[in-house]
Every structure is written in C-alpha cells, then in structure tokens.
C-alpha cells in the first residue's frame, strides 16, 4: 500500500491535462478540454478534461478519474507502476519505506539501469547512421523493407562488429560501466579485466515497458556466422522477459481502437504488421504466450488473437499456449500461418501482392482455444479403436482438469463436455465424474473494471448530483443544515454514491480539504471513478453564475445555491415516507416544502 503522503504529492505535483496530452490529442474548450475518449471505438470527443479538479471524464463509457487512473488505464499499469511513472516525471522522491521487495531492487538501482539503456539506445542509433559501421544493418533493413518511418517509430538501431564499442563510449561520455552491467548490456571479461558488450553485430530492436521507458533490446545477427539468429538481454532491474510484449508502448491505442490484440513471434513480424496498418500487434520474447502476458493484455481489450506458422513446431506452439491460457479469463484465439505462397511468417506474408487480404482473412479465420484443441484432438482419434479411443479421452478429461476445467464457468463447462461427448460418444455424467477426481488451477478473477462499470451511469438521482456539486464546490457543504445532511445520507444510502458521501463527511470532520486527490486515499477505484462522474456532471451542468462563482473568494456565489436549493427540493420530491397513513406523508410534504416558501434560493437553518 503506497504512502498517502506520497499520492497526494505526486498528484499535487502532476498536471492531468499533460498526462492526457501525451497520449491522447486535446483541444481547448472554455475552462476544459476535450478529446477523443481511448478507452471506447469514440467517433466524436466525448472526453472532458479538467485541470482545475484535475479529473477525466468520458460521457459515453463512463470511465473517469484523476491522473492515476488515467496512466493505469491507458498504460495498462497497476497502481505501483501508475504511482512509480507519475513521481518520476513530476520528480517528487517516492517514501523509501517498502520500496525493496525481498531480494528486489531499489528505486535507484531501476533508475539507473534505465538510465544506462537510454545511452545504449542513443549509441545504437548513431551506429546505424554511421556510412561505414552500420552500412551492413541498413541493408538488412533494405532487404527486410522496413521503411524508415518504422525505424524511427522502434528506434531501431545497431550494434557494431567489436567487442567493446559500447564499453568504449561509455567510458568516453563518463557513463558508469557499472551501470551497463546493471542493465546487462555488458559483462566482466573472465581474464584481462574490463568489460565486453553482451550485443555486437546486430541490428538492434529496443524493448520498452508500457510507459515506453526502454528496459531491454533485442538482436537480429548481421552475419550468418552468427550461431543465434536472436538474442534478446538477460532480465535485469527492470526487464523480466515472461512479462514483457514487445511493441505494447505503440500498440496500446491500436488495441483499444480494435478492441483485440495480435500477438506474433517476433520483432519484424510486429513491425511489418504495424507498416501494414495493424497497429494492435505486439511480440513475445522469444517465450511461449505467458498468464503475465494475458493479465497485461485484458486491462486493454477483450480477446487476442495469438499468430503461429503452420508447420510442426508453430503446431506445437498453439498446443502449449492452450494449456498455458486455457482457464485465462480472456478470448484467445489461434491463427495459423499457411504455407501458401512461400510465405513462412507474416513479415513475408504481408509484403506478397494481395498479403494484407489474405493476412486479415486469416485473422477473421482464427479459431477460440477450445476449438482449436478440439480440432487438433479429432485429428489424433481419427482410425483409433474403441479402447483407444476412450482412454485418449480420459486423458483428454484429465488434462483440461489439470488444466482449470472446475474453475471454468458452468456454461463454458457445459460446451467442452458436449463437444467430448460428440467426439467420443460418451454420456456427460461419466466425462463429469472424470474431470471430479481431478485437482486443477482455480479461474482467474476478473479485473475490477470488468465486474460491472458504474461509471458509465449518469447521475439519475438528486441525492447524486448534489453530492457531485459538493465535490464540484467543496464550500457548498456550509449551505446545508444538519437535516439537509441527513436528508442527502439518507437520499443516497444503498447507492453508488453512498460511499463518495461517506468520504466527503470524513474529510470534513477532520478538517481536510474536500477535493478529487482527498478522494483519492478515501474510496476504491469504482467509487473513484463514479466520484469523477458526479464532478463532471455538476460542472457541465452548473448555470454560468455557479461556474463564475465557484473557488473564487470565500462566499458561495447565488449560482451554487440555487443548485443545491433545487437538488434538495427534488430529493424531498423523490422520498417516499416510510407510512401507510396519507396525512402523515402530506404533513411531512408540508414541513419539508415550508424550508423554502420565503425563498427558492435560499437554504433553511433549523
């Protein structure tokens, strides 16, 4: 759990409207801005900006909130990370407490092997615009028809042929070669002392994390002599490989446009889609689709479409990514790279006449998981007797029950005992009993924001939007009598906004300011995002002498008033008195009405 301290000076120091900006194209609109929502296939701007309460909001999904949320939403980042990215570009010193997980690194360890890899970085790309050193990686780049726009885009660059000409630049430019190691860009000669580089020869690909800090490379061999025709860097501070897609930093807005990811085997085959107009592809690392990747990959978007070559190897590949993402809760679907054409990955595919058709004809032809498996398994009983043919089928039980069938939803179960009673021709009951004699992964929960978004309601209620014009206008909480506060308590009990109410109340009783960065350390992400919603929903709503009014001086302007002066009349309109008699509820009408008889704007004292 991250210091509060630390939250509200990170969010103190971070300006929402240059978060957005960076990821997102705004244009001014009055005292907000506006933009295209990245979060929903948005047409027309229906995302509001603003930095005077430091919030998002979209009006069409819903979602909303302040600078973290956005970076945790876009980026693709758990809050630590969110946290992490926001201090370092606002430059506030995170509270050391907890900042080294048992046998982690430190703050400044991470800090450092990044630092070390934006030189790298540097000096990768000033060999490949060398005439002479990185004649032999432009080629390569010639040959592959990368086009110079996607070589900017990747920062793709090269390592020269020596065996130290990293080594020998750091020492030049006063770099720490200690800080190399760290970043495992270089390593200790084993005699003779010094350092050597870990890539020579090579035409560099830098790996970024979802915040588009490089935290790895990967190399493509230059000679054939070469015996690895990849080598990626050994994980590092700040470089796990199973974790890590490559491409996600650029693909992220693709991805939510799509609504789906592709996911290929390499570098050139990443670049090659993103040239082509596939702006939502990423890569493994040389590793096998990871559960990390699929957690990665569902804050994004809800089904990935993982890429084989359909020869034997690329076959087995798929069958291991069903075990792996099986009981993943994400739609993974498989496409097979045919052989058709002499095409034997998408970079060549992609490049052929008519490629880029027959590239998305084999995406909308990818196949759910389960389908795949089962396709795969018809193939393995086809001729079997009918012994084999049922113990291949008990193994099959059995493998899907190692696998996390128990933890599956009833109707997904449903569908898988179906298509093996159709393969097999065994009644369900006894495919059932199989699978309950054995022990599996439990399922996955879902994410928070896949549970049910309250944020895409707008307030309906009157207890909503007067509390929002409370956030909106913090001094409006002195407008309100001890009976208006138990009339909103009770107006918004047993709704969404029953916790932002709570928060505001005890913001208040300890005499904090009531503000979205209070929020922050008060509500979970839901309740935040929907207290965004009430803000954004007061301020587009609020008469123009409100929003005149409103932060400026110390008395709350006639336009807050008359706001809260209608809202509380609208709750007494929409309660019901808990009474069968109809003279006690006309007699409670009357005594609630009479609290604004002399004045409409004006809020009754008891």
């Known amino acids: 759990m991250s210091d509060r301290g630390d939250i509200d000076r990170v969010l103190s120091a971070t300006d929402i409207v240059r978060v957005v900006r960076e990821r997102v194209e705004l244009r001014q609109k009055g005292r907000e801005w506006v933009g295209l929502c990245p979060f929903h296939d948005d047409r027309s701007p229906s995302m509001y900006v603003s930095p005077a309460k430091q919030i998002f909001k979209c009006f069409a999904c819903g979602s909303g909130g302040d600078a973290l949320t956005f970076v945790q939403k876009y980026d693709g980042v758990e809050f630590?990370?969110?946290?992490?990215?926001?201090?370092?570009?606002?430059?506030v010193e995170l509270t050391p407490r907890g900042q080294r997980a048992v046998g982690g690194p430190t703050r400044d360890e991470r800090?450092?092997?990044?630092?070390?890899?934006?030189?790298?970085?540097d000096y990768f790309r000033r060999v490949l615009t060398d005439p002479q050193v990185g004649r032999a990686a432009r080629e390569m780049i010639q040959r592959r028809g990368i086009s110079s726009e996607m070589v900017s885009a990747f920062g793709v660059g090269a390592s020269p042929a020596g065996w130290d000409g990293l080594v020998q630049a750091a020492l030049k430019a006063g770099q720490p070669i200690e800080a190399l190691a760290m970043a495992q860009l270089v390593r200790v000669r084993e005699q003779g002392g010094g350092h050597y580089d870990v890539f020579r020869n090579r035409l560099m690909f830098?790996?970024?994390?979802?915040?588009?800090?490089?935290?790895?490379?990967g190399g493509r061999r230059l000679s054939e002599d070469d015996p690895a025709k990849y080598l990626n860097s050994p994980e590092s501070v700040v470089f796990k490989k199973s974790s890590v897609l490559y491409g996600l930093w650029r693909?992220?807005?693709g991805i939510r446009q799509n609504g789906y990811c592709i996911v290929t085997e390499g570098y050139t085959d990443t670049i090659a889609c993103h040239q082509a107009g596939f702006s939502n592809t990423v890569a493994t690392l040389g590793t096998a689709f990871t559960p990390e990747h699929a957690t990665t990959l569902r804050r994004l978007c809800g089904?990935?479409?993982?890429?084989?070559?359909?020869?034997?190897a690329g076959l087995s590949a798929a069958d291991r990514a069903v075990g792996v993402l099986f009981a993943e809760p994400i739609d993974v679907r498989i496409a097979i790279l045919g052989l058709e054409g002499g095409a034997k990955d998408p970079d060549e595919l992609l490049k052929q006449d008519g490629g880029v058709d027959r590239f998305r004809q084999m995406l909308g032809q990818a196949q759910d998981l389960l389908t795949f498996r089962f396709n795969r398994l018809r193939e393995r009983l086809g001729g079997l007797g009918r012994s084999s043919l049922l113990t291949a089928i008990e193994d099959e039980v059995r493998w899907l029950g190692e696998h996390g069938l128990r933890g599956l939803e009833p109707a997904r179960q449903d569908q898988i005992?179906?298509?093996l009673g159709n393969l097999s021709g065994l009644e369900q009951y006894r495919l059932r009993a199989l699978a309950q004699g054995v022990g599996g992964r439990a399922r996955r929960a879902l994410p928070e924001e896949q549970q049910g978004n309250t944020a895409a309601l707008a307030p309906s209620t009157a207890g909503d939007r007067l509390v929002g014009v409370v956030l909106w206008e913090p001094r409006a909480l002195g407008l309100l009598s001890e009976d208006d506060a138990i009339l909103l308590r009770e107006a918004v009990a047993g709704g969404p906004s029953e916790p932002v109410a709570a928060a505001i109340d005890r913001l208040h009783a300890d005499g904090e300011e009531v503000t979205m960065r209070g929020m922050r350390g008060e509500l979970a992400e839901a309740d935040l995002a929907w207290a965004s919603t009430l803000v954004a929903w007061a301020s587009q709503n609020a008469p123009d002498s409100a929003a005149e009014g409103a932060g400026e001086g110390s008395e709350v302007g006639a336009g807050v008033r008359s706001m809260v002066a209608g809202l509380l009349r609208q709750i007494l309109g929409e309660r019901t008195v808990e009474t069968d008699d109809p003279l006690d509820r006309i007699r409670a009408r009357r005594e609630h009405l009479a609290r604004f008889r002399e004045d409409p704007g004006r809020i009754a004292r008891p």
């Open 417 to 419: 005992f179906a298509q």
């Open 206 to 217: 830098p790996i970024h994390d979802q915040g588009g800090r490089v935290i790895a490379f």
């Open 80 to 91: 630590p990370q969110a946290l992490e990215h926001l201090a370092e570009v606002a430059g």
């Open 251 to 253: 693909a992220t807005t």
């Open 303 to 312: 089904r990935v479409v993982l890429l084989f070559d359909g020869d034997e």
């Open 111 to 121: 800090a450092t092997a990044l630092a070390a890899n934006v030189f790298a970085q």
